[in-house]
């Protein structure tokens, strides 16, 4: 019997660990929000997070008075740190909704426990990406003119040819659509908060937000054909927002940029940074809220693995821009490779690059390493750096020595550069903490499903007959509320 349930836990390890009952799911997740003593170091890390969030703000303000000029961008160099923390910040908000969307289509239970606070990854990392497309028009408040036509006079529209304009529809789809899957995903969970808060401005505001949820089965019914629907929206908008940012390189002649392997390359490299992400929040959310038997060793590891398998595809992705350059005999892709990687000024980056990308995840092939929460933490943030040096090796190295050798020129970031990319990221946790205390960051009534109490087949039976006869006898079954 004991050889049965090693194989069995081998086989099909279990997502939740501990004796733990619905009542006791419910009580450890909900009580990390409603609570009334919030943990000490919850106010230490909200406190630093705010203090770097007020760089981004003061630096809002100088460009703002002063113009993208205090930036350090030039000629050739046009695009800079703007659109390098764009597609960072982008490429980190895919994962949350591959997690929850693609994870749900497929039926992989282990994205239960993590699906919920990667949504909410998404959502910040996609604000703090929407930033700086508008400022770097400099005068973000004349942006809506180009971006919004209307009839005029001097017959100026955008051009609906140019991936950039497709870019102002492809990240507000992305962004609208992993909203509304956030936050029905979190109406049940709001009426189990409305239910349990003991404090009626909290009970005030949770009733707000769960829409007079009373869990029955007409509303279990709904739910999931919304959800399901979503997920389904959601998961071709995944693929699709950085291909499509991809495309605003592809289609230049720049070299180094016109690719057609920039758009799987991008997506497979927007999927690495973002569960590299999602392990930097987890693993001290885990510990910090006692959430190991929640986020098992399990979901680390799968994690690790998916890291590792597309990290590999990004490595593979560098080889190819390698190869392309020498296959294509082109006098410029052949200079550029050469420039990018060794006779350039900026080969430093690419190594560092390949250093942190490629080189970094060759540890997790070892369990040793796949197991650690040290090494899988270290390697995260190596990868994070590693996946904004690629950006930058893509953006700065291909500009600054272009066709024409009489406009090369370097390029060195200023400090408000530097203030506004350190700014997002103070941003970026700010709202993280928030969402931590005021939102339960573990789906409480999908990690109910995982006991083995829950019997979800057989409920699932009982789910559709009861539906069937909720349906043909609504008045007497679901009164409306009184």
Not at 7 to 25: C, Y
Not at 243 to 254: M, R, T
Not at 333 to 345: A, H, Q, S
Not at 385 to 409: C, K, N, Q, Y
């Amino acid at each position: 019997m004991q050889v049965d349930k090693e194989l069995q836990q081998k086989l099909r390890p279990a997502m939740v660990e501990g004796e733990h009952t619905f009542a006791s799911v419910t009580d450890k997740i909900s009580d990390v929000t409603l609570k009334k003593r919030t943990p000490f170091h919850w106010f230490i890390g909200f406190g630093i997070s705010f203090l770097v969030a007020q760089l981004l703000l003061f630096s809002v303000v100088w460009l703002l008075a002063n113009g993208i000029g205090v930036w350090g961008n030039n000629q050739p160099v046009g695009w800079a740190f703007d659109i390098i923390n764009f597609v960072w910040w982008i490429g980190i908000g895919h994962a949350g909704t591959l997690i929850s969307a693609i994870l749900l289509l497929l039926n992989q239970k282990w994205r239960t426990s993590i699906n919920r606070f990667a949504e909410a990854m998404t959502l910040f990392a996609v604000a703090c990406a929407a930033m700086f497309p508008l400022l770097h028009t400099g005068r973000p408040w004349l942006a809506a003119y180009w971006l919004f036509p209307y009839p005029n006079t001097m017959g100026i529209w955008p051009q609906f040819r140019s991936p950039l304009i497709w870019d102002v529809f492809a990240v507000s789809t992305y962004a609208t659509v992993s909203l509304l899957f956030w936050y029905v995903g979190l109406i049940p969970d709001f009426a189990t908060l409305r239910d349990r808060a003991k404090n009626k401005y909290y009970r005030f505001v949770y009733a707000i937000l769960a829409w007079g949820w009373r869990g029955s089965a007409r509303h279990w019914h709904r739910y999931e054909i919304t959800y399901l629907i979503l997920a389904g929206l959601s998961t071709p908008l995944v693929l699709s927002v950085h291909s499509i940012v991809s495309f605003d390189f592809a289609v230049s002649q720049i070299p180094g940029w016109h690719a057609t392997i920039f758009p799987p390359y991008f997506v497979a490299g927007a999927i690495f940074a973002g569960f590299a992400m999602v392990l930097i929040l987890c693993i001290p959310l885990r510990h910090w809220y006692r959430m190991q038997d929640f986020i098992t060793h399990t979901h680390l590891v799968y994690m690790g693995k998916v890291m590792l398998a597309t990290g590999l595809i990004v490595c593979y992705g560098y080889a190819m821009e390698a190869f392309f350059g020498w296959y294509s005999v082109a006098e410029y892709e052949v200079f550029m490779v050469k420039n990018r990687i060794w006779e350039g000024p900026y080969w430093w980056s690419y190594w560092l690059l390949i250093l942190c990308n490629g080189m970094s995840i060759q540890l997790l092939w070892f369990k040793r390493f796949r197991e650690s929460e040290f090494w899988l933490f270290t390697i995260s943030v190596v990868v994070s750096v590693g996946m904004w040096l690629e950006r930058f090796v893509i953006i700065v190295t291909s500009l600054h020595r272009d066709f024409l050798p009489s406009s090369w020129a370097m390029y060195s970031p200023q400090i408000w550069d530097w203030t506004m990319f350190i700014g997002t990221i103070g941003f970026f946790f700010t709202l993280i903490y928030l969402f931590v205390r005021f939102v339960p960051i573990i789906s409480i009534f999908e990690v109910r499903t995982l006991l083995p109490d829950a019997n979800v087949h057989g409920h699932q039976q009982d789910f559709d007959e009861s539906v069937l006869e909720v349906e043909s006898t609504y008045d007497r079954t679901d009164p409306p509320n009184s």
